[in-house]
């Protein structure tokens, strides 16, 4: 059963009279396939006007589409095989953070991906896609195993964010994140990171230090959640769809703010629509970006990789405008 | 499911009666009527029980280094509004207003010092400015401290306290986690230390970036050391918060912090860190030079 995103009745209800059409013709035994063909173009048009327009808020929407592909949907379009390396040889094996040796094509690469599950049964396992403190344990241990060995590391991140919650606190997430930023600046090799759906705060973070990072057209990637957002400035979690333009959380505003470098763009109608080809767009991005990657120096990466997140930031040095990006209102086409 | 980072309006936030106000407080710990300069005369420390109030930048400094020594870096760093904030209240009258309240331009102070013979450099971070969030400043004042120390071959303290990343910025405030932590990995390969020391209270992206990433983690007594805010814990998991969650205590049962040490030992603890934490090949008067 299609799961249906409120904005994409319009294109539903053309989808059925598409239907009805066609079981009119069937039945009756007319020829109706004129009409069936502008009734397709239609359908066509409209979801074009739809997703053209989405504002922040669908987005969002979007970007946490059940029927989305998930990371390990692009991992298994990716590489024909997957080992799975399991846990953090400290506590556990969180099941919201999976890693292991892959193949991008024919090279050799370590894959770091988060999961949200797609049922009920998994969405408990994985922890609806949000990671413990053993999780981001796991993420370095294996990042650490891919420098050793010379391996590049392609994260994938679809998450709400990290766990809040008891057991996180005693465990000590902040810092398992924290720990995570301060060796992902050492490791040796290229990383590239992909926010897919969700990137749900420093929860994303914790495996989102890269030499590139690449965001879907539809996904998003924020400080807090709009729900969050919105309870704590409109004391209303309602409101999240104000809180969401206000947040500048899209791919698009992300492109400009210079915190992504690459918006990859999604088939017509959202990744869920036409996933086959959204697996193979993101896949095309990614092995472009990594042998680009791979054409930089050795001793060049990491002091590369350092100014790229030196540059973020926007303020004032003695009453100028300094920063990786100008205000967005006053000047969109400077991006960095 | 979907509360990470809190700002405002969170339990993080000293209830007003935490403030010192007039010329009797009342301790919120032991409910004991505190005449006001007796508070200010033990370090805004409860004299009866040992609570620790929240304390000015100015005293931090005092407090912490040697008189005179302290030099301000970075000081003409005033935050801008990128994303040109719009909720109930703008970024800019939010930000007017606490530069009003306080009289600091951010909320955090940084530079150079001397604590006992070493020279540092050295912030301290001050939760009346916004929750001391960490935005575009305060990520690039941390950074830059970072970096000069490593030039100078100088270690780092830093009195923490923060409300989280700053809202306002979006997600140039998150991106501050990783400039810090980045620098701080330059500095600790070249061999010097780092001694955080986390006051009431310090939660969310500072804790996930800076201030978990000390060679020495301190705590003051009592202090809200945490990611998530207890409330967005509560209302997220159903569950019953143990005893003295999120509490220095707490986080030094579980492992996280190095030592508790009440406000007036912090100096003389902090001296002593930084005795056995001298930078391989330099000798013991080098603190003393320039
Ligand atoms: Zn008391």
Redesign the interface.
């Known amino acids: 059963m299609a799961f249906v995103l409120p904005f994409e009745k319009p294109i539903v209800d053309l989808e059925n009279k598409l239907q009805e059409l066609r079981r009119f013709s069937e039945t009756q035994n007319i020829d109706v396939s004129l009409e069936i063909e502008r009734m397709q173009e239609k359908i066509r048009q409209t979801r074009k006007e739809i997703y053209s327009r989405l504002s922040p808020w669908q987005k969002v929407q979007v970007a946490r589409h059940p029927q989305r592909p998930y990371p390990q949907d692009y991992v298994d379009h990716m590489s024909r095989t997957f080992y799975e390396l399991h846990g953090d040889r400290l506590y556990a094996d969180d099941r919201a953070i999976i890693g292991g040796f892959g193949y991008l094509g024919d090279e050799k690469v370590m894959y770091i991906l988060t999961q949200k599950g797609r049922d009920t049964k998994s969405n408990l396992a994985c922890n ?1 896609g ?1 990671p413990c403190p053993e999780g981001y344990r796991k993420a370095l241990r294996l990042m650490k195993l891919a420098a050793r060995f010379r391996l590049p590391i392609i994260s994938l991140i679809d998450t ?3 766990y ?3 057991e ?8 398992a ?3 995570n ?3 992902a ?2 490791l040796p090799v290229p990383i590239v990171v992909v926010i897919t759906g969700e990137g ?4 994303a ?2 495996i989102g ?1 890269g030499d590139r990072v690449l965001i879907m057209e539809h996904a998003y ?5 709009p ?3 919105a ?5 209303d979690r309602a409101h999240a769809d ?2 969401a ?5 899209t791919a698009q ?2 492109r400009e ?1 210079g ?1 992504v470098d690459e918006i990859i763009p999604e088939p017509l109608g959202g990744a869920h629509a036409q996933p086959q080809e959204a697996k193979e767009r993101v896949r095309e991005c990614i092995q472009r970006h990594l042998s680009d990657l791979k054409k930089i120096a050795f001793d060049e990466l990491l002091p590369q ?2 100014s790229r ?2 540059r ?8 100028r ?1 300094i ?7 006053e000047d969109p086409q400077r991006g960095r | ?9 969170t339990p993080t936030r000293p209830r007003k009666r935490d403030i010192p106000r007039g010329l009797w407080t009342k301790c919120p710990s032991c409910s004991e009527l505190i005449f006001r300069r007796e508070l200010e005369n033990s370090l805004n420390v409860c004299p009866k029980c040992g609570h620790h109030f929240q304390l000015s930048r100015e005293k931090r400094i005092e407090l912490l280094t040697e008189p005179g020594s302290f030099r301000e870096w ?1 000081a ?13 209240v703008s970024y800019e009258s939010k930000l007017k207003a606490s530069i009003s309240k306080t009289g600091f331009r951010e909320a955090i102070t940084g530079g150079e010092a001397v604590i006992g013979s070493h020279r540092v450099g050295f912030a301290v971070m001050d939760f009346s400015f916004l929750g001391a969030s960490m ?3 305060v ?2 004042k941390v ?1 830059r401290l970072f970096e000069r120390a490593t030039g100078r071959r100088w270690p780092v303290v830093i009195v923490c306290a923060s409300g989280g ?1 700053r ?1 306002y ?11 810090t ?6 500095h ?2 070249a061999g010097l230390a780092y001694i955080p020391i986390l006051t009431h209270p310090t ?3 500072v ?7 000390g060679d020495v983690i301190i705590a003051e007594p009592g202090a809200l050391i ?3 805010g207890p409330r ?2 509560r209302e ?2 159903q ?1 019953e ?2 005893e003295g ?2 509490r220095s205590e707490f ?1 030094l049962k ?3 912090l190095d030592m508790i040490v009440p406000r007036s030992e912090i100096k003389p603890t902090v001296i002593a860190l930084l005795d056995f934490m001298r930078p391989a090949g330099t000798v013991p008067s080098e603190g003393r030079d320039a």
């Open positions: 609806f949000c709400p964010g990290a809040p919650g008891v996180s606190e005693e465990r000590h997430i902040a810092e994140i924290a720990v930023l301060f060796e600046f050492q749900g705060s420093g929860g973070l914790g230090i990637y924020s400080v807090i959640s729900e969050g957002c309870a704590i400035l409109w004391k104000r809180a333009e206000a947040l500048k959380l505003d992300l703010l915190i990789r350092y997140f030196r973020m930031g926007v303020f004032y040095e003695k009453g405008l920063g990786a990006s100008a205000p967005l209102r | 499911m979907r509360l990470f980072r809190r700002r405002r309006s970075d003409d760093l005033e935050s801008a509004d990128p994303l040109k904030f719009t909720g109930t935005g575009s400043v990520g690039e950074t990343a809202m910025e979006g997600m140039l405030s998150l991106m501050q986690m990783a400039k932590s980045a620098a701080i990995a330059k600790r390969a939660t969310a992206g804790m996930a970036s800076f201030a978990t990433l945490g990611f998530a967005v814990i997220t998991t569950q918060l143990p969650f999120q986080l579980h492992g996280l």
